[in-house]
């Protein structure tokens, strides 16, 4: 149980044009996502909370209008990399906290690794 | 706020001998703490966490972390390591009554050779 997946793992896009990446959480609810960034051996940012049905919550220093996230359902969270630069390759990874358990599990999805040329 | 100091960038070790992770944070209220692993171009996965009550966790694949208040840390050990072992390893700290947001460490690439 506690599945979470993401798609695509990997994605190539040229500079100017958008991507998405999808989150999500096989089976279970979750009413509450998170979106991180991770550079080449380093660790984990948080960008932004994904809050169901609402707008997401994003941590200092990140552009809204450049990663735009929808939590549209219960089980799927959306990361939107606008107009991608090739300063926006990573690798995102979201988590996903479990409605029906206690705040502090949050299960992590595979990684989407984007690379802008 | 919180923090989390991994000091330790690279930890190279010999199949079968002990290793230890050190791990500090800081914060100025409760908090819980987890260690997570990290398989190359893989997501994350949790090892173990501290929440309340034993300060001596033991988690998956035979590692524990003991949580020490005064010193502040929370250091990840594993009496034999194997090569499967080799992996990057986060410390990450939440409040426990926040929004469940987690700081991450810095990680530590533990290496296993023959």
């Known amino acids: 149980g506690a599945v979470v997946s993401q798609h695509p793992s990997r994605v190539i896009c040229k500079s100017g044009t958008s991507v998405k990446i999808e989150c999500r959480s096989l089976?279970?609810?979750?009413?509450?996502m998170f979106w991180y960034r991770q550079f080449p051996k380093q660790s984990l940012m948080l960008m932004a909370t994904s809050n169901e049905g609402s707008k997401a919550t994003y941590e200092q220093g990140v552009e809204k209008d450049k990663f735009l996230i929808n939590h549209a359902s219960l089980t799927l969270s959306t990361l939107t990399v606008t107009s991608a630069h090739p300063e926006d390759s990573s690798f995102y990874i979201c988590?996903?906290?479990?409605?029906?358990?206690?705040?502090?599990?949050?299960?992590f999805g595979p990684g989407t690794r984007l690379t802008v040329t | 706020a919180q923090s989390v100091t991994q000091l330790d960038s690279q930890v190279p070790v010999f199949e079968e001998a002990p290793v230890e992770l050190r791990c500090n944070y800081s914060s100025s209220v409760s908090v819980y703490l987890f260690w997570y692993v990290q398989y190359p171009n893989q997501g994350l996965q949790l090892l173990l966490k501290?929440?309340?009550?034993?300060?001596l966790v033991k988690g998956i694949n035979g590692f524990e972390a003991e949580f020490n208040k005064s010193q502040t840390s929370f250091h990840l050990r594993k009496p034999s390591v194997h090569i499967s072992d080799t992996a990057e390893y986060f410390c990450?700290?939440?409040?426990?009554?926040?929004?469940?947001?987690?700081?991450f460490g810095t990680g530590t690439q533990l290496k296993v050779e023959l």
């Open positions: 501290y929440l309340s009550g034993s300060t």
């Open positions: 990450a700290v939440s409040e426990t009554g926040g929004g469940n947001k987690l700081t």
């Open positions: 988590s996903a906290r479990d409605s029906a358990q206690a705040r502090y599990e949050q299960y």
């Open positions: 089976d279970f609810q979750a009413t509450t």
